[in-house]
């Protein structure tokens, strides 16, 4: 479904990605682990053009996208939950959600809000709250609401569990799951959480100064030695 | 755990006293020479005298001033500390007193110049201040709304302005003709400065709409051939009542006063013009209302608030900041038609950088995207120096206190919060 081929990329004189390739299949989870700026962000944002793949080529449903502007790739199916959940502090719950619906058919409107409200109960009860007043987890989950209200066929999410209590993490990965098993959604997920990253995940790629070291499927990556020395046994007592 | 802190806190009697201290010691360094020391005439020659008792009264003002001035403000903080402990989630529930203080405002402005009918001062005063409400909702739209400060809208009004100068003196042009083209030009304006501007935002944005609001004045100020120069542009028609020109009884053509059997009278057109203004910008007001409404309004307030989630969201940035400045900058260009018509004379002298600031201090004073706020703040902004007149060259200094006063009352401007443009009916609180 989403393919990146060699994919290059550079901020200036900084190489940030050396020629990776990886795939997501429909329906699955893929998540993608790795040490701060190993480049997990950036994999995500050259998906958007931002920056620009260097070299190499990204192909969502078949089609190279590489070129096309950003606001062009967000509306073709592809929806990011940004790292630190960028939400619309000063406007209400139900603006945000509505702003992410702002390019899909009106008419679908009603009922994928009613879908978020069953996915997220509490966003519901703080629907016409501002929504820079709510937790972060709320805010997170209000992010993860507003991206799936424009119905996309991709879901990335970058870094969902920053800086969220442990209780929230949990749910938040809980309710990826759920989307994946429920819905059939796909997603794609960046964490720095590999435990319960890998974990939901079907398959994990592990990033390593912008460059794929290891990958295969969640469990197989849970089990491996390198991955376990290097975000497993130290990240287990944060 | 953070509240409770809050409330323990509290400052000692030493710390007081070495604020003051510093206080004072600033007092006496700057009191030494502007005080202490001041030149007598002693017999055609100039002496430096003392005035030690001067000095020390005043760092004794200085000294418990600020203990005052503490005590007061620690007084202040700890009141708005437990009213903010005791209210309630901040929910943005549309408030109805507003919507009725508004209809009463309005139809206060409907009647206002009949019942001042003789008073051609007030119903010249409330123009002014409805000049500035367009003038001020056009610029909410771009900095209340969309989140880019502009400091140079005073340029859009004069395009505006000078737009029909030009039209109506060069081609014969009325009223209603120019108002679409001038709006037109304005707004062509204001993406011919939101183009190069979009990547720019908060300080060096300002920086370059302020140069951009000298550019427009000084090409104003220097092409003679084009604006009149310093000059301006004289004679400008007067807009009529439609075709009925506000004029004395003369031999050629119907006008206002014969064709309604009227005694002329110059508050016919005084009063006219105040309604002209009136409807322009209630139409704008319904319009922004509308936009608010309508996805272009909200994608303004979400690039206001975050542009990476609108980018990911699929929004193309660059239009709706472009589209912000386009529709500021035309409301801006229809008050400068209206200004332009009301005055029969502009010249560059009116589009001057204190004007933009005044407009934007009516956005920010009245809460940055807040319709009924720019309303209440404009009329602050006129009347208030209107008033002041009595008191001479003490007048902008109230205005300035008034102004500081109300940024320390209400630091988000007196309508700070927004209403939402979206509520669901019956949803369970």
Known sequence: ?238 | MTTFQARTHTVTLTERLKDATNVALIAILLGIPMIGLHTVDAGGKLMVATRWPWLLAFVATMFFGRLALQFAIDQFKLKRLTRQRTRTLEVATPRPWLKWLGYGLLGFSLVLPIAFSDNRYVVDTATTVLIYVMLGWGLNVVVGLAGLLDLGYVAFYAVGAYSYALLSTQFGWNFWETLPVAGALAALFGILLGWPTLRLRGDYLAIVTLGFGEIIRVILINWTEFSGGPNGIGSIERPSFFGLPFKPDSDDGATFASFFGLEYASEHRVIFLYYLILVLALLTNLFIARLRKLPVGLAWEAVREDEVACKALGMNVTNVKLSAFAIGAMLGGFAGVFFAARQGFISPESFVFSESATILAIVVLGGMGSQFGVVIAASLLVILPELGRDFSEYRMLLFGAAMILIMVWKPGGLISRREPSKVLAGVEK
Not at chain 1, 99 to 120: C, E, K, N, T, V
Not at chain 1, 138 to 152: C, K, N, Y
């Open chain 1, 1 to 238: 479904m989403l393919q990146y081929t060699d994919v290059h990329a550079h901020y200036g004189a900084i190489h940030a990605l050396r020629g990776v390739t990886l795939d997501v299949q429909e329906g699955e989870i893929v998540t993608l682990i790795g040490a701060n700026g190993a480049g997990k962000s950036t994999l995500m944002n050259t998906l958007f053009g931002k920056p620009r793949a260097s070299a190499g080529s990204i192909s969502f449903l078949g089609q190279d996208i590489s070129r096309h502007h950003t606001h062009d790739i967000a509306r073709s199916g592809l929806a990011l939950v940004p790292e630190g959940r960028h939400i619309f502090a000063r406007m209400s719950v139900l603006e945000n959600l509505q702003m992410g619906s702002i390019f899909s058919d009106p008419a679908h409107f009603d009922a994928d809000l009613q879908r978020i409200y069953g996915m997220f109960p509490i966003l519901q009860q703080r629907l016409e709250q501002r929504a820079g007043t709510l937790s972060g987890g709320e805010q997170q989950m209000l992010a993860i609401g507003r991206a799936l209200m424009s119905r996309p066929k991709v879901l990335l999410l970058d870094e969902p569990s920053l800086g969220l209590a442990p209780l929230y993490i949990k749910q938040v990965f809980n309710i990826i799951r759920e989307l994946n098993e429920r819905d059939g959604m796909t997603i794609m997920l960046v964490e720095q959480n590999a435990h319960h990253a890998l974990r939901i995940a079907h398959r994990g790629y592990v990033l390593q100064h912008g460059e794929i070291v290891l990958s295969g499927t969640g469990k197989e990556l849970l089990a491996s030695p390198e991955v376990r020395a290097a975000y497993l046994e130290s990240s287990a007592h944060a």
